[in-house]
Nanobody
Framework: QVLLVESGGDSVQSGGSLRLSCVVSGYTNDNWRMGWFRQAPGKEREGVASINSRGSTAYADSMKGRFTISQDNIKNTLYLQMNSLKPDDTAMYYC????????????????????WGQGTQVTVSS
């Protein structure tokens, strides 16, 4: 059973920074891609950033230059470093994994992902 557990969400002021973590257990395949998604109240879930097992990354346009996705294979942990946070970044943030059988490009499409965490709340005040 694949399990993803997010942490690091908090309440910060505009311009602040946070680092989200997602610990993955139960998955040992060498090929994968993972992503961070977010959903604000009343809005659809949107892709934030993605990374594959080769280290290729993809970002939503509004996050480029502010957010950085990374992974630590030893710790089986996915990270999202978020800088210059804005009130519009307020949302529940989820990590997800695609249990790919072969290497795939990073993707910001939620339907590409097979397993999801429970989310961690990020609130940015002005």
């Amino acid at each position: 059973q694949v399990l993803l557990v997010e942490s690091g969400g908090d309440s910060v002021q505009s311009g602040g920074s946070l680092r989200l973590s997602c610990v993955v257990s139960g998955y040992t395949n060498d090929n994968w891609r993972m992503g961070w998604f977010r959903q604000a109240p009343g809005k659809e879930r949107e892709g934030v950033a993605s990374i594959n097992s080769r280290g290729s990354t993809a970002y939503a346009d509004s996050m480029k230059g502010r957010f950085t996705i990374s992974q630590d294979n030893i710790k089986n942990t996915l990270y999202l470093q978020m800088n210059s946070l804005k009130p519009d970044d307020t949302a529940m943030y989820y990590c997800a994994i695609d249990r790919a059988q072969r290497l795939k490009y990073p993707s910001l499409e939620s339907f590409h992902y097979t397993d999801w965490g429970q989310g961690t709340q990020v609130t940015v005040s002005s």
